[in-house]
């Protein structure tokens, strides 16, 4: 085995041009396929987060008095599961709005009256999907003293929408940037071959096996695979750790929810498919040359 890998090294450092090529396009594939992944796991979290459990803000009639709590609160429990219920009154809330904006601007301290309602804040427990947490919304609105309720339904709708679109896309892309590394590292294996025919055709009249004789090729198509999966995710974890930081957290007032990097379940399924690609490459390529 030492000697097929010490083979294979020989070739990549006599092709360098040819090796590069290919493992910069492994790696570009793998780019691809890792933004879509990254992109999947952290959207079906912001979806599992909120049907484990979001929040919602239902904000009060003017003509509402602490009097009608009671009665309101029993209403909404009435209707669903609710995990918890916090009464937000007007006062508070313009006090907390001012405390917040204050170093921004002055334009709240010159108000007559307080234009913000009253207001109950709601953790909503465990819902199978997104519709359900729709229908809950709507029964609560239907309450008489309700005016409004929000739960992040316009930004979550429209991000259902882009997580179903971005889905066919990722497929497509992946397919496709799949099939252009798999014909380039055939390739690549293919021009190596040749530029060591007459090599191979002297060990085939001593008496070398198959075996002996391709086995450098795929250890060579598995170090491009390897290493191509290597770079790909070197360069999506360097762009995720420069986005990332600067991403606003605007989210997390309705869900709870933190972007993250590939799982290492996902890296480890990454890199051993990247290494896959390689091989099979070569042998695609063999086994049209080595009828």
């Given at each position: 085995m030492t000697h097929f890998v010490k083979k294979a090294l020989a070739?990549?450092?006599?092709?360098?041009?040819?090796?590069?090529?290919?493992?910069i396009t492994i790696?570009?594939?793998?780019?691809?396929?890792?933004?879509f992944l990254l992109f999947f796991e952290?959207?079906?979290?912001?979806?599992e987060s909120w049907n484990q459990g979001g929040r919602a803000m239902i904000y009060l009639k003017s003509d509402f008095s602490l009097d009608m709590l009671p009665d309101l609160k029993a209403k909404i429990n009435a209707l669903g599961d609710i995990d918890d219920m916090v009464f937000i009154s007007k006062t508070q809330a313009i006090?907390?709005?001012k405390k917040e904006m204050s170093s921004r601007t002055t334009f709240l301290e010159t108000l007559n009256e307080n234009?913000?309602?009253?207001?109950?804040e709601i953790r909503i427990k465990t819902y199978n999907s997104f519709e359900e947490v729709q229908k809950f919304a709507q029964s609560i609105k239907k309450i008489e003293i309700v005016e409004e309720v929000e739960y992040g339904q316009g930004w979550l709708g429209k991000f259902l929408k882009i997580f179903n679109l971005f889905k066919i896309t990722g497929y497509g892309m992946c397919t496709l940037f799949f099939l252009i590394a798999l014909f380039i590292t055939a390739n690549t294996v293919r021009l190596a071959f040749y530029s060591r025919k007459i090599e191979v055709e002297v060990m085939r009249l001593v008496g070398a096996t198959e075996t002996f004789i391709k086995a450098p090729f795929y250890v060579e198509g598995l170090l491009q695979g390897f290493f191509g999966g290597i770079l790909g995710?070197?360069?999506?974890?360097?762009?995720?750790?420069?986005?990332?930081?600067g991403i606003d957290q605007s989210l997390a007032s309705y869900i709870y929810f933190d972007i993250r990097f590939l799982s290492l379940k996902i890296i480890l399924l990454i890199i051993f498919g990247s290494t896959f690609l390689g091989w099979f490459g070569c042998y695609l390529s063999l086994k049209q040359i080595l009828k």
């Open positions: 070739d990549i450092r006599l092709n360098r041009f040819l090796n590069l090529i290919t493992i790696s570009l594939s793998i780019l691809v396929v890792s933004v952290n959207a079906s979290r912001v979806i006090d907390k709005l234009p913000l309602p009253d207001a109950l995710l070197m360069v999506l974890l360097i762009t995720y750790l420069s986005v990332s930081s």
